[in-house]
């Protein structure tokens, strides 16, 4: 809420902020009296008025100082097509205009001073009410929406007027002079009301026919001197928003969040199931669905009947005695004795599992080592015989 109230803050005081400039710039503009003078030259206005371009300046200057309150009255004295004229503006409409512009001039001279002063104090105040961090985004913000609300007003009524001058110009002097909207409207609102207002001057008025011709102008340059009043403050506002980005910007070095714990209490830090990702990636396609929901409802898993070990599926690594050394002599019975127990195998008996795995002493093993006669073949034994 605090942000809210001092972006509107910041918008309001660019607004009047931006008025205030301008209407400074613009009465710079009009003080310039050498310019308006040698625009009278260029439009060469002397020929269509028949009067010198000297006293076109000088009249005009009597006119914008009278509205900026310099003088007491709009009397000029000039010559007029080789005539001397001791009252260039006789039309009482241009003395009772004059005279509501320059209140009205008055009037907006005091509000942009007074506007200028309270936009700076409203400004600061905005400043203030937003929150640490976001102060320079949101005056940003708020400057860019001011310069934005000021510049579409002016480029509305810049476009109104170049489209339809005569309907603006009735519209902006009904708006700056309301009691004559009230007149007009009381009159009837008809062609001749509105000819009877005071700001509707009539045609052979030299105040019209002077100011005519360089009005344009006069606009033209007052409208480039706001907009780049806009454009200027556009670039601050650019500038702090470039300001707080840059300040904004993380460090190299990562923030260090400090989270508040009990000290006693410890500090849970969930993880990855590693159990359960090992459990599915090694269980059946059809198992896992279950294993996933037994996981996630807390379910114990089945345990499976452990399967017995035979001790005769391990054989001993050493015999039982060390003297008694197996060998593969018979029984006296005709049958092999067992090369680990000396027993004779019985008939029918299955032999021992694991021994064509683990290996059963074979004859070579029963031989003894280093002994350095080798044993004799039966091949070998055979022949003595076929000699006898």
């Known amino acids: 809420m605090r942000n809210t109230i001092g972006k509107l803050c910041v918008i309001i005081a660019t607004i009047v902020l931006l008025f205030s400039i301008g209407f400074f710039t613009v ?21 269509q008025m028949g009067m010198s371009t000297p006293d076109l300046a000088r009249a005009t200057t009597a006119l914008l100082d009278y509205m900026r309150g310099d003088r007491v009255n709009i009397k000029v004295e000039a010559k007029i097509n080789g005539e001397d004229v001791k009252d260039v503006f006789w039309h009482e409409k241009e003395i009772v205009h004059m005279a509501e512009v320059q209140t009205l001039w008055l009037g907006m001279e005091a509000f942009a001073k007074i506007g200028a002063a309270g936009a700076l104090a409203l400004l600061l105040i905005g400043f203030l009410l937003i929150e640490r961090g976001k102060k320079r985004a949101i005056l940003a913000s708020g400057i860019f929406w001011g310069c934005g609300i000021f510049g579409g007003a002016l480029a509305f009524l810049g476009i109104w007027a170049i489209l339809d001058f005569s309907s603006f110009w009735t519209v902006f002097h009904f708006i700056i002079f309301p009691a004559s909207l009230f007149q007009y409207l009381s009159a009837g609102a008809t062609v001749q009301a ?72 410890p500090v849970a830090i969930k993880g990855p199931d590693l159990v359960l990702a090992h459990q599915l990636s090694n269980a059946p396609v059809s198992k896992r669905e279950e294993i996933r929901r037994r996981a996630e409802s807390g379910e114990p898993e089945e345990e499976k009947p452990s399967t017995p070990v035979k001790e005769h599926l391990i054989p001993p690594l050493y015999p039982k005695e060390a003297t008694d050394v197996p060998t593969l002599s018979s029984s006296p019975d005709g049958k092999d004795a067992s090369p680990y127990t000396g027993e004779a195998k019985r008939d029918g008996a299955d032999e021992p599992v694991g021994d064509d795995v683990l290996g059963a002493p074979s004859d070579d093993a029963n031989e003894p080592v280093g002994t350095g006669t080798a044993r004799p073949s039966e091949q070998d034994s055979a022949e003595p015989e076929a000699e006898a």
């Open 27 to 47: 009465s710079l503009i009009l003080k310039d009296n050498d310019a308006i003078e040698q625009k009278y030259r260029d439009l060469d206005v002397s020929s």
């Open 194 to 265: 509105m000819n009877e207002l005071n700001w509707v001057l009539p045609a052979d008025s030299v105040m019209v026919n002077m100011l005519l011709p360089i009005f344009p102008s006069i606009v033209l340059r007052c409208a480039l001197a706001v907009i780049i009043e806009i454009v200027v403050a556009a670039i601050v506002a650019v500038f702090v928003g470039y300001a707080f980005r840059k300040q904004g910007k993380p460090s190299p070095v990562a923030d260090v969040v400090v989270i508040e714990h009990d000290e006693n209490e």
